[in-house]
């Protein structure tokens, strides 16, 4: 959550009246997190919310299973080479990693989604490879390009409106998505000397309430698609003040850290979540005392998965990834620079790679998807 908004109309206090200019009634709703002890947004509404029949659910991305128990080794993944799906995001989503905490994978979504969606297990962060469009949602419009993260709070009626070609990197986190505690002041404020501040979000635009003729909702629960059939257009809000709401944020609005020597990944820390950390590796000046390494040093990560995401630029560390590779390095074994990296590194004074990064704090299982673009020779590059 980042901060309060308020946007059209609401009631001079909570759980007061509010009515239009005719005299009608408008009909408060609560969208809290935490029961009622977290944040919350209040809306107003023309019609009642509530009034759903039950129907069969016809969209929906598949839960992930795991595939069989392999080795422990370093993996790296091309999902440039996965078949695209195409089609709404709500069924392209292609899960690839994944635990009790969180699943990741890739979409290549060709149309727009058409029906409503609210995910009632995991808040929802998609990083925009490529591609740009709008997420509608009761809250209103957020428009989003490429290299921006989408957040979509858990349980918000919302539908993807991309406009041309995408590429994702998506994240379901069943424990909600945060702002590392470490970037905010004792009032909640970000710090001025966090890597973003508020106004580098892009906020929804409210335009009123709006009837776009769909009447279809899947919702989300324990891994299950589930239907419902509206008797209204449900994006009726006049109104709503609170901290939960859907945003984007520019990968490149980041601001690295630059240190005389090499700084560990937590001071890319961009996003938290019950069980990991998402970080944003963005071009910048690297380590300048005059004997640094800036390449990342070899390290042992024994209570964590990590897995990358690589996006543009020149990896530093790492051969024969490109534009949409994953690699995961699992607890319990090594990992570091490919041979030679560590010293060729000496000397350089930038570098304009662009990753996503997420550390996982329980061990990730693969599906049979990401097995199907697996690098066979990955472990053996490192010798």
């Not at 591609?131 to 009626?157: E, I, K």
Request: with cysteine; aromatic share 10%.
């Amino acid at each position: 959550m980042l901060d309060r908004m308020q946007l059209g109309d609401v009631a001079r206090k909570h759980h007061i009246q509010l009515r239009g200019a005719g005299g009608e009634l408008r009909y408060e709703e609560c969208f809290t997190r935490d029961g009622f002890d977290g944040p919350y947004t209040i809306l107003y509404h023309l019609r009642r919310p509530h009034t759903h029949r039950i129907s069969k659910a016809a969209h929906g991305w598949t839960t992930p299973v795991a595939s069989a128990e392999r080795a422990l080794a370093k993996r790296h993944y091309k999902t440039q080479d996965l078949e695209r799906r195409g089609g709404p995001q709500i069924d392209a989503r292609v899960p690839l990693l994944f635990n009790d905490d969180v699943i990741s994978g890739v979409a290549f979504p060709t149309a727009e989604d058409p029906v409503y969606i609210a995910d009632g297990d995991a808040d929802q962060l998609v990083y925009v490879h490529r591609g740009g469009g709008v997420l509608r949602s009761l809250l209103g419009d957020v428009a989003f390009a490429q290299g921006d993260y989408v957040f979509v709070p858990r349980g918000l009626l919302h539908r993807f409106v991309p406009a041309g070609p995408q590429e994702w990197f998506w994240f379901s986190l069943t424990g909600g998505l945060h702002i590392p505690t470490q970037w905010r002041n004792g009032v909640g404020q970000l710090r001025m000397d966090a890597p973003y501040s508020h106004r580098d979000f892009k906020r929804p635009e409210l335009a009123g309430p709006r009837d776009e003729g769909l009447r279809e909702l899947v919702v989300r629960r324990s891994g299950t698609w589930h239907g419902f059939t509206l008797e209204d257009s449900p994006l009726d809000a006049v109104g709503w003040d609170g901290t939960v709401y859907p945003w984007a944020f520019p990968i490149l609005a980041f601001q690295p850290r630059v240190s005389s020597v090499h700084l560990p990944p937590t001071w890319h820390g961009t996003f938290a979540a019950k069980g990991a950390l998402i970080c944003s590796f963005v071009p910048r000046p690297v380590d300048f005392h005059p004997e640094a390494i800036p390449c990342p040093y070899p390290h042992s990560s024994t209570h964590c998965d990590e897995i990358i995401f690589y996006a543009d630029g020149q990896f530093t560390s790492r051969r024969g990834v490109g534009p949409g590779s994953i690699s995961h390095h699992p607890m319990g074994v090594p990992h570091g620079p490919h041979p030679g990296s560590y010293e060729k590194s000496i000397g350089a004074t930038r570098t304009d790679e662009l990753a996503v990064m997420c550390d996982l704090f329980a061990p990730v299982k693969a599906t049979p998807a990401a097995l199907s673009v697996e690098d066979p020779g990955y472990q053996d590059s490192f010798l």
